[in-house]
């Protein structure tokens, strides 16, 4: 009898042993392991979205000059983090280990970047946690990948999948969160990588429902623009003209960044420090102007439903846009891709006041996928991922505008590492 378990146990690891082979179109044991990694990036994400919550929550009492000390300790505490227990990188490192490292990330630097980007999102910072959670789901993949002996393409895709999952649960949109995963990658050839179109799409589609139980998340858009009715042909011409405004704006965004990397890299400080500069800047903006704190999921509906001046708008959008470009320099965690939609609601706002005759909720909409596009390069993703979050029912303008910030975006991309 003991002979035959052992033989029985060897047979079995043997089996578990070999690589799986990558076969998309046939249900087999790959779908189980894309499900399997949808399943625990949906649980990650949900875990991490409970947890800021909750701490955002705790840090929202403070209010008015109380926000400027803060935002301060929180940065100290977010350099801190990754002084001591290592620098995560950013979205410029994943795309990097995806193109170049045979999409290989490392798992080791998931508690910094977990720690650091919850102090910097929960306190007030202007990035999301779509680069956080991003990070943790594709490593995760990756560690599968390695657990079950895989090598190349087939490795590359797991990551991605990963990736996938994680951008799925914060936009709850499966189809835009797997397809930003592999756009974002190069923004030339949005189809280099089809092999991974198959894992994300599963590994989207399981983190969806898995995040959807944990967080109790309803199905329908989380920015309410459905009230937008087609007039004509002439609205994808103006489309393109919102658009155009938008892409400056972008232009103005990537320039503020590029001159705050000089003044943050001009003399080398210790990452706690800037992080603490960035934190005392990030406080004062917030303190004059409450609405650029946070990355923006709430604080774009009450732009929304605000009925505010346009010096108001004009000054949001400005500081708003000086904010982010602080929290990416100054070495605070997160993702710049809701914040850059807030970004475009403000001048598409604005816009509507200078212009009372144009559609409001089609200069809106444009200009958040001008801005996005040209910053991301990512037209089709976000063409998808806007008429989800929004409910906007019209694809095709949201294209145009998008098409049209990717084409008019500068020739080095913003993420340095999607260059050829």
Not at 2 to 19: A, E, G, V
Not at 85 to 97: T, Y
Not at 154 to 169: D, Q, Y
Not at 214 to 237: K, R, T
Request: glycine share 10%; hydrophobic share 50%; net charge positive.
């Amino acid at each position: 009898m003991k002979l035959k378990r052992r033989r029985k146990l060897i047979t079995y690891l043997n089996i578990l042993d070999q690589p799986i082979r990558f076969n998309p179109f046939v249900f087999s044991r790959t779908f189980l392991l894309w499900a399997f990694l949808g399943l625990l990036g949906g649980l990650i994400a949900g875990l991490y979205w409970i947890v800021l919550e909750f701490l955002t929550h705790k840090m929202a009492f403070f209010t008015g000059w109380q926000v400027i000390p803060l935002m301060s300790i929180a940065g100290l505490l977010a350099g801190l983090v990754i002084h001591f227990i290592g620098d995560p990188g950013e979205i410029h490192l994943i795309v990097n280990n995806i193109r170049f490292n045979k999409g290989k990330l490392d798992p080791k630097n998931n508690p910094s970047m977990i720690l650091s980007s919850l102090l910097c999102v929960a306190s007030g910072g202007s990035l999301g946690p779509e680069a956080p959670l991003v990070q943790v789901t594709g490593s995760t993949g990756s560690w599968l990948g390695k657990i079950f002996r895989l090598k190349g393409e087939e490795l590359r895709s797991l990551s991605i999948a990963g990736m996938a999952s994680g951008f799925t649960a914060l936009f709850g949109a499966p189809l835009g969160g797997s397809l930003f995963s592999l756009e974002i990658l190069h923004h030339k050839h949005a189809v280099e990588y089809y092999k991974a179109i198959i894992p994300a799409l599963v590994a989207s589609s399981f983190s969806y429902v898995v995040f959807a139980l944990v967080i109790h998340l309803g199905i329908g858009p989380i920015w309410n623009l459905s009230e937008y009715e087609y007039s004509g042909v002439f609205d994808f011409l103006y489309a393109v003209i919102f658009a155009v405004g938008g892409t400056l704006v972008a232009w103005g965004f990537i320039y503020c960044t590029k001159f705050f990397k000089l003044i943050f890299e001009k003399r080398p400080i210790p990452i706690y420090l800037k992080t603490l500069i960035g934190g005392l800047l990030l406080g004062i903006i917030a303190y004059y102007f409450p609405l650029t704190r946070y990355f923006g999921h709430h604080e774009i509906n009450e732009l929304l439903t605000q009925d505010l001046s346009l010096n108001a708008l004009v000054a949001i959008l400005v500081f708003k846009i000086v904010a982010i470009a602080i929290t990416v320099t100054s070495g605070w965690r997160g993702g710049f891709i809701i914040p850059l939609f807030f970004v475009g609601v403000s001048l598409g706002l604005i816009l509507s006041i200078l212009f009372p005759s144009i559609n409001p909720i089609l200069a809106i909409i444009s200009c958040m996928a001008a801005i996005n596009a040209c910053v991301t390069r990512t037209p089709m993703s976000t063409t998808i991922l806007l008429a989800t979050l929004t409910g906007f029912g019209y694809f095709i303008p949201i294209l145009f505008a998008s098409l049209t910030g990717y084409f008019l975006a500068p020739k080095i991309p913003f993420i340095g590492s999607q260059m050829e």
